[in-house]
């Protein structure tokens, strides 16, 4: 049985003072699930990953950075490395938002030399794959989100698949309030479990859980959290509200 699991992406928003309080009252709210029935963690900016991971660590809510460098150390201004994000408290680390490969411009390549690094570091990354609303239109869905897969885990063993989280976020759904219906989220989801099925073999596939993102909110969650292959959801906008983000974590049980 795959665990629930609700992750928060808080962007660039925050400060010092209302990440912590955020960090507490999802963690206070949460408490009950997050021990056993349902695995939380909260992504806040790098420059607060230190005080929430502080702030929560009598809790069994989990800590993530929204992004990660590969390369270990040495003259690469304004990087992060994965053993700089677990020394200040990170377990998960996301790789590729489509903020990044859209916004930033970060390559399929890149992203792939994240994951990879996320895991040799002793990190649990979140590869985030996902189609534009053209790409969707022009039938393309399924080929943009396998591109995603090989190239963002190229050369993973099974070993370290076994590490990775895969985040289902269609781009036109994202901060958009035009959430993927139950069934559109479902069909995306059961590719991505065949094409890991495929690579990897049915029983790593059936471990692997797969996270839908874009627009969910307090009262979509249930319905999406239904489907066969939605093992748990990746929320923006709706994690910036305690009050939202915890009722989306008991509905996800
Ligand atoms: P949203 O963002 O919930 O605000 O649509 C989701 C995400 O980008 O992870």
């Known amino acids: 049985m795959r665990k629930p699991f609700i992750a928060g992406n808080w962007k660039e928003n925050t400060d010092s003072q209302s990440s912590v309080a955020l960090a507490k009252a999802v963690a206070a709210g949460s408490a009950e699930l997050a021990r056993e029935r349902v695995s939380v963690a909260m992504f806040p900016p790098f420059v607060y990953l230190q005080a929430v991971a502080r702030a929560v660590s009598s809790f069994a809510v989990a800590v993530g950075a929204q992004d990660v460098y590969f390369e270990p150390k040495g003259a690469f201004t304004g990087e992060i490395s994965p053993a700089m994000l677990k020394d200040v408290g990170c377990t998960y680390v996301l790789c590729g938002h489509s903020e990044r490969r859209h916004v930033i411009k970060e390559s399929d390549e890149l992203v792939g030399k994240k994951v990879a690094a996320a895991i040799g570091g002793g990190l649990l ?57 139950p069934q559109q989220a479902q069909e995306v989801h059961q590719f991505i479990r065949g094409w890991l099925a495929k690579a990897y073999g049915r029983n790593l596939a059936q471990e692997i859980r797969v996270l839908y993102g874009g627009s969910v909110k307090p009262d979509n969650a249930k ?31």
């Open 223 to 253: 319905e999406l959290m239904a489907q066969e292959d939605v093992d748990g959801l990746l929320v923006g906008g709706a994690s910036l509200k305690a009050d939202d983000f915890v009722s989306i974590i008991r509905a996800a049980v």
């Open 125 to 181: 990354p979140i590869l985030c794959v996902g189609e534009l609303l053209d790409e969707r239109d022009a039938g393309k869905t399924e080929q943009v989100v396998e591109r995603h897969l090989r190239t963002g885990l190229a050369g993973l063993s099974a070993e370290k698949m076994s590490a990775v989280t895969i985040a289902y976020e269609p781009v036109w759904a994202i901060g958009t309030g035009r959430t993927a219906t």
